[in-house]
């Protein structure tokens, strides 16, 4: 039911995940982020509280395997779980149960990791990877290429219904948290449309966030 990536910049420190899924509101149960510490992706027959606990795992030093191990090994229904890591490392670790849904795969590649289930053709996540890995620019940017090129590539065995991408800087806050939580066609093009229109504006809720008194003005009435 659900295809996504996850990935590091180093360039940037930036940590996101784009994802999308035949089911409603993928981005409200399915990616984890936290700044300065890594990403996490629990999909399938999904268990938010996999993502936080990882985490937090990440954050007291263990590796992403080990974090990945010690979180499923507490989830008495690890065998329906999917899963997929990153740390600020570049280092990755991902998981797919016995019970994982229909065609499935998952691909760890440089500074990414990617994996779905319910796929129309394993070929799908490589292709997710693989465009990551040759593309350039803004994270944000390269997550939604890569999520394209997924489902260009056949993408879920059925029709997709939300998506999501979120990335995280130097900030307690995610830099970017775009999400069309149901569409009956196209969510990827919708969330495209919203990153369009949205990354104009990023760095000036940045700045009105940390000095308001750089802030430009928010173009409303009251406020021109």
């Not at 129309?120 to 350039?136: G, K, L, P, Q, Y």
Request: hydrophobic share 40%; proline share 5%.
């Amino acid at each position: 039911m659900t295809i996504s990536i996850a990935a590091y910049c180093p360039e940037s420190g930036q940590l996101g995940i784009a994802i999308s899924s035949s089911s409603i509101a993928v981005g409200a149960r399915c990616p984890w982020l936290l700044a300065g510490v890594g990403a996490v992706s629990s999909q399938n027959i999904t268990l938010p509280a996999l993502g936080q606990k990882i985490l937090e795992r990440l954050q007291d030093g263990l590796t992403p395997d080990q974090a990945l191990k010690s979180a499923l090994s507490e989830d008495k229904f690890s065998a329906y779980r999917q899963v997929t890591v990153i740390n600020t490392s570049g280092e990755t670790a991902c998981f797919s149960g016995t019970e994982t849904l229909g065609t499935h795969n998952m691909v760890k590649a440089q500074h990414c990791v990617a994996a779905g289930n319910m796929l129309d053709n394993t070929n799908v996540i490589e292709a997710m990877t693989h465009s990551f890995e040759t593309s350039r620019g803004e994270l944000t940017s390269r997550l939604i290429t890569a999520l394209a090129a997924g489902i260009e590539k056949g993408g879920e065995a059925g029709p997709v219904h939300s998506a999501a991408v979120k990335v995280v800087d130097d900030y307690t806050w995610p830099l970017v948290d775009l999400r069309v939580d149901w569409a009956d066609e196209d969510p990827l093009g919708e969330l495209s449309k919203l990153w369009q229109d949205y990354e104009p504006q990023m760095q000036a809720y940045v700045t009105r966030a940390l000095d308001p008194r750089q802030a430009p003005s928010y173009g409303v009435p009251g406020n021109e």
